[in-house]
T-cell receptor
Framework: EPEVTQTPSHQVTQMGQEVILRCVPISNHLYFYWYRQILGQKVEFLVSFYNNEISEKSEIFDDQFSVERPDGSNFTLKIRSTKLEDSAMYFC??????????????FGSGTRLTVV | GENVEQHPSTLSVQEGDSAVIKCTYSDSASNYFPWYKQELGKGPQLIIDIRSNVGEKKDQRIAVTLNKTAKHFSLHITETQPEDSAVYFCAASFNGAGSYQLTFGKGTKLSVIP
């Protein structure tokens, strides 16, 4: 079964440093997403990406965050200057939108980001 | 924006019994309601979903019901097994042009006692 792959699985970074979280979505999917889950809390939407541009973003996704699809297969989330409160599990997801109207997302296993 | 409430936050059942998890949503425009199972250290995995033009959907031991008028939907797991133990999230979404974000509930930790 096709998978969304995320790397690394765990990243520790110092406050103020830049981090890049990487994702390889499912190859025929057209929509890409980042969500985050602070420990013990609900999964929260950050951003969606379609046709090489952001289609939606939440209030969490401020100027410190950016996304990119640099080479047609990878999808990255960059946090420019990490804060302690950025510590969370970050999930990448992708979905296909076609004539069959299959809306189902597939999530990756996540990257646990720890800011110290 | 959409708000999804999920109850209970924890649920313990004996193996073989049924489990029911309930969610309500606030935005009447929402038209897609998936349920996800999250095992420890893994990402959410879609287990069943329902669209607003359907009242009930079943897949083996799992069923979901939707009441659009009351804006609530429920997950039913019958004949529970220890491997059903996980955190379950409901979500809601308006699948319109350019909008596919999911709003999640806070999750229900289901424990199936052998």
């Amino acid at each position: 079964e096709p998978e969304v792959t995320q790397t690394p699985s765990h990243q520790v970074t110092q406050m103020g440093q830049e981090v890049i979280l990487r994702c390889v979505p499912i190859s025929n999917h057209l929509y890409f997403y980042w969500y985050r889950q602070i420990l013990g809390q609900k999964v929260e939407f950050l951003v969606s990406f379609y046709n090489n541009e952001i289609s939606e973003k939440s209030e969490i996704f401020d100027d410190q965050f950016s996304v990119e699809r640099p080479d047609g297969s990878n999808f990255t989330l960059k946090i420019r200057s990490t804060k302690l409160e950025d510590s969370a599990m970050y999930f990448c997801a992708s979905s296909v939108q076609g004539a069959e109207r299959n809306y189902g997302y597939t999530f990756g296993s996540g990257t646990r980001l720890t800011v110290v | 924006g959409e708000n999804v409430e999920q109850h209970p936050s924890t649920l313990s059942v004996q193996e073989g019994d049924s489990a029911v998890i309930k969610c309500t949503y606030s935005d009447s425009a929402s038209n897609y309601f998936p349920w996800y199972k999250q095992e420890l250290g893994k990402g959410p995995q879609l287990i069943i979903d329902i669209r607003s033009n359907v009242g009930e959907k079943k897949d083996q031991r799992i069923a979901v019901t939707l009441n659009k008028t009351a804006k609530h939907f429920s997950l039913h797991i019958t004949e529970t097994q220890p491997e059903d133990s996980a955190v379950y999230f409901c979500a809601a979404s308006f699948n319109g042009a350019g909008s596919y974000q999911l709003t999640f509930g806070k999750g229900t930790k289901l424990s199936v006692i052998p």
